[in-house]
């Protein structure tokens, strides 16, 4: 089997996809222990011949190109998962990239079946390059310091699916929740955690993943009062859900700083992890 799947997915590609895509060529992680999955959702035409081009200019032999009719990064991912081959599996957004030719191998060598292993995190301004303040990147810095890492310490890692090595074994036949489009990231990996015995991050602080933050990405949008109770409401029931399901499986301070979270971002205009 083959070791790493990077999931990507992608809507109406532009140009930030080839800074991303050419992050992953640079690894120093043996080509033939990885692939790389482009999931193209809810486009077709001329993205994915754009695509198709990049990857033959490029001279990528570890990418595939999969599309889909159904839109929603839920479902790309879900896509990506049913066709990864890799024990593990790394999601990237499509306009983020990872920095250091060693990040696969260095988050690699910590992995076991059973253990996410972590990289550090920076929110990088798109036009001045400028690193900002980011709470993955505060997290970092104290998990660092802690001399265990547990599923409530680290939480603030499982707020989002990227910038981890997941193993599949972990994820099982679990799927991100299709009718989720805001907090959908935090609730799969809560999903997934009964089966998570132990967080790791790496060691090398330049073990980097990047998150471009940019002025009208759908992760900065404003969203309306009501709109906010109405997600709010869902994402509670579906914790909720699950954690009654298995109550004794799942850490429950974990799952209380889940319901917390969630309802205190009914005061934020910008949904955030």
Not at 181 to 210: C, H, Q, W
């Amino acid at each position: 089997m083959m070791e790493v799947s990077v999931i990507i997915p992608t809507y109406k590609p532009g140009e930030y996809i080839s800074e991303c895509l050419n992050s992953l060529e640079e690894q120093d992680f043996p080509v033939s222990d990885y692939e790389v999955i482009i999931v193209l959702n809810g486009c077709d035409m001329p993205y994915r011949s754009m695509l198709q081009d990049i990857i033959t200019d490029k001279g990528y032999v570890n990418v595939r190109l999969i599309q889909t009719d159904v839109p929603g990064v839920s479902n790309a991912r879900n896509v990506g998962v049913d066709n990864a081959k890799g024990k593990y599996l790394l999601f990237i957004d499509d306009d983020d990239w990872v920095a250091g030719n060693d990040y696969l191998s260095s988050m690699h060598a910590m992995a076991d079946l059973h253990t996410v292993v972590n990289s550090n995190f920076y929110l990088v301004d798109d036009k001045t390059r400028e690193h900002l303040p980011y709470f993955l990147t505060s997290a970092y810095k104290r998990c660092r310091e802690c001399s265990k890492l547990t599923l409530f310490n680290s939480r603030s890692f499982l707020s989002t699916s990227c910038g981890k090595l997941i193993p599949r074994d972990v994820i099982g036949d679990r799927r991100f929740d299709t009718k989720h489009k805001l907090g959908e990231d935090a609730l799969f990996m809560f999903i997934v955690s009964d089966r998570i015995t132990r967080m790791e991050i790496v060691p090398n602080a330049d073990t980097v993943y990047n998150v471009r933050a940019r002025e009208h990405s759908a992760s900065r949008a404003h969203h309306r009062y009501s709109e906010r109770v109405a997600v709010a409401m869902r994402l509670t029931c579906s914790y909720m859900g699950a954690y009654m399901k298995k109550p004794l499986k799942y850490d429950f301070l974990l799952f209380a700083s889940r319901i917390y979270a969630t309802i205190s971002k009914l005061r934020k205009k910008v949904y955030e992890p």
